[in-house]
């Protein structure tokens, strides 16, 4: 029976990573050589910080982008339900409509126009 041998690609042991060859380009471990470079400190700092309120402020702005087409999908709704009522109110509201609606209390239409009143002095 044959013995499991572990086989080495040549060509992906000659090309590397992305990391590793971003390792040998930027070469970092020399500038902490002699210790921690406390004059870039501010520096590194100032971007963190702008960093930070640049993350922040992308949260906040997609928050309310979210919220404003949650209250679009509200206004939609809103305004369709003004245009259904506002149709069955002006149905509701005709001349026809309203005889109908109270003949079964017992009112009728007049036949006869109105009459205007005068009062004399």
Same mark, same amino acid.
């Given at each position: 029976?044959?013995?499991?041998?572990?086989?080495?690609?040549?060509?992906?042991?000659?090309? #590397?990573?992305?990391?590793?060859?971003?390792?040998?380009?930027?070469?970092?471990?020399?500038?902490?050589? &002699? #210790?921690?470079?406390?004059?870039?400190?501010? &520096?590194?700092?100032?971007?963190?910080?702008? #960093? %930070?309120? /640049?993350?922040?402020?992308? &949260? /906040?702005?997609?928050?309310? %982008?979210? =919220? %404003?087409?949650?209250?679009?999908?509200?206004?939609?709704?809103?305004?369709?339900?003004?245009?259904?009522? =506002?149709?069955?109110?002006? /149905?509701?509201?005709?001349?026809?409509?309203?005889?109908?609606?109270?003949?079964?209390? #017992? %009112?009728?239409?007049?036949?006869?126009?109105?009459?205007?009143?005068?009062?004399?002095?």
């Amino acid at each position: 029976m044959a013995t499991n041998s572990y086989r080495v690609n040549e060509k992906q042991s000659t090309r #590397g990573s992305i990391f590793s060859r971003l390792e040998n380009m930027v070469r970092i471990d020399a500038a902490f050589a &002699h #210790g921690l470079p406390v004059k870039f400190l501010p &520096h590194i700092l100032f971007v963190t910080a702008i #960093g %930070i309120f /640049y993350i922040g402020n992308n &949260h /906040y702005a997609e928050k309310n %982008i979210r =919220k %404003i087409d949650r209250l679009k999908d509200q206004v939609e709704d809103l305004r369709a339900d003004y245009t259904t009522l =506002k149709a069955d109110y002006m /149905y509701a509201s005709k001349q026809s409509e309203v005889a109908k609606n109270v003949k079964k209390f #017992g %009112i009728t239409e007049s036949l006869q126009p109105p009459e205007k009143i005068v009062i004399e002095k």
